[in-house]
């Protein structure tokens, strides 16, 4: 069974840091691209950043670029998202998945406020 459990979200000022971590079970982890999302209240899911199988490629929304950073440990079945100088236009329910199959985690609500 395919499982998404993203963690580390919560209340954080503006100009702070967050990282969000993504542990995955129940599939090939390495073989995927991994995605993170987000979906602010009264919008649309938007991509934030995503990682190929093994790494080598990253993609980001021009809204993040330089100020999150995308991992992954294949070791470990987790993808990560560091989220610095975080700003209240951040704030949303991320979502860690793997869109091509339709993987979803429950999400993790992120709040940028101060």
């Known amino acids: 069974q395919v499982q998404l459990v993203e963690s580390g979200g919560g209340l954080v000022q503006p100009g702070g840091s967050l990282r969000l971590s993504c542990a995955a079970s129940?599939?090939?982890?390495?073989?995927?691209?991994m995605s993170w999302y987000r979906q602010a209240p009264g919008k649309e899911r938007e991509l934030v950043a995503n990682i190929a199988g093994f790494g080598g490629d990253t993609k980001y929304a021009d809204s993040v670029k330089g100020r999150f950073a995308i991992s992954r440990d294949n070791s470990k079945k987790t993808v990560s998202l560091q989220m610095n100088n975080l700003q209240s236009t951040d704030t949303a329910v991320y979502y860690c998945?793997?869109?091509?199959?339709?993987?979803w985690g429950k999400g993790t609500l992120v709040t940028v406020s101060s």
């Open positions: 998945g793997v869109p091509s199959m339709n993987y």
């Open positions: 129940g599939f090939s982890f390495s073989l995927y691209r």
